[in-house]
């Protein structure tokens, strides 16, 4: 798996930045708005744990999964004393083979063995994190698998990489460097890491995903998610100007209009289950 070569420096890597930090603070501040004290909450891509270990904190019971066995690791080590975290592997491009893997953990209340603690009821909502919907190939599956696990009126939320990237536009065309600078304008590009084979990553639009999830859910907000600050290959450009970030930073969480999604680095959006 590609990611399992981030995982030992990950949190170095990214976690402890400046900007990291401040972008997964305006995410909790969405979630706490759905996501209460006792809530059965399903995390898809995990990573490391960290917003897994933030929900726990606050009394919330998560199904923190990642396809990636080197995140789960890290999150292991990260949530080992967190009794209201489960971990479990799920690959979101197979979802059929991994949910028969780990059954116990995504079953509605329907279906649950009786005396299974880890499927006592479906999930009061589900999120991700961080571009990881920009690694699955097929979002309306995902739309489906996620309808037959969270309650109706529910909220499912995902961070997704935007499609035109102001910050990665601008910075690689002042620096020459037309392949980077438009790699996610077609939709779709390839993503290496160290020697793994290459892995193909998705940019969909917030409409497209809207369209996606229709038969099963209604999308009830949307905004930018880094609209004035760099994707993370740029942050020490910004973090290295304290004053320049504390500026873009502050800019950056009043700049939440739906339509400047697009031109963000991510974007957030979330839908409610329909009935």
Same mark, same amino acid.
């Given at each position: 798996m590609a990611f399992d070569a981030l995982a030992p420096t990950y949190d170095t890597d990214f976690t402890a930045s400046p900007i990291a930090q401040h972008l997964r603070a305006r995410v909790h501040s969405r979630l706490a708005r759905y996501i209460k004290t006792g809530?059965? @909450?399903? /995390?898809?891509?995990? $990573?490391? $744990? /960290?917003?897994a270990l933030v929900l726990a904190q606050r009394g919330v019971h998560v199904v923190a999964t990642d396809a990636s066995a080197g995140m789960l690791d890290a999150a292991r080590a990260k949530t080992a004393h967190?009794?209201?975290? @489960? &971990?479990? !592997?799920?690959? &979101?491009?197979?979802?059929t083979a991994e949910n028969a893997k780990n059954a116990e953990y995504f079953q509605d209340s329907s279906s649950a063995p009786a005396a299974s603690s880890a499927a006592q009821k479906s999930f009061s909502s589900a999120f991700s994190n961080f571009g990881v919907i920009n690694c699955v190939s097929d979002r309306a599956a995902l739309a489906r698998w996620l309808a037959d696990r969270v309650r109706p009126d529910s909220t499912v939320a995902f961070g997704v990489m935007a499609r035109y990237c102001l910050w990665e536009i601008g910075w690689h065309l002042a620096h020459a460097d037309l392949k980077i600078a438009f790699r996610? @304008?077609?939709? @779709?590009?390839?993503f290496t890491i160290d020697d793994q084979p290459p892995m193909?990553?998705?940019?969909?639009?917030?409409?497209?995903?809207? +369209?996606? %999830?229709?038969? =099963? %859910?209604r999308r009830v907000h949307l905004e930018p998610l880094g609209l004035l600050l760099p994707p993370s290959a740029l942050y020490?450009?910004?973090?290295?100007?304290?004053?320049?970030?504390? +500026?873009?930073?502050?800019?950056?969480? +009043?700049?939440?209009?739906?339509?400047?999604? !697009? %031109?963000?680095?991510? =974007?957030?959006?979330?839908? /409610? +289950?329909?009935?």
């Open positions: 809530d059965r @909450v399903l /995390e898809l891509g995990c $990573g490391t $744990g /960290e917003d967190e009794p209201n975290i @489960v &971990l479990a !592997q799920l690959d &979101l491009n197979a979802l996610r @304008v077609g939709g @779709v590009s390839q193909t990553i998705f940019y969909p639009t917030a409409h497209q995903i809207t +369209r996606e %999830f229709a038969p =099963y %859910f020490p450009i910004v973090e290295k100007r304290p004053r320049l970030l504390r +500026r873009l930073t502050a800019w950056d969480d +009043r700049l939440l209009h739906a339509m400047l999604s !697009q %031109f963000a680095d991510h =974007y957030w959006i979330e839908f /409610e +289950r329909l009935p």
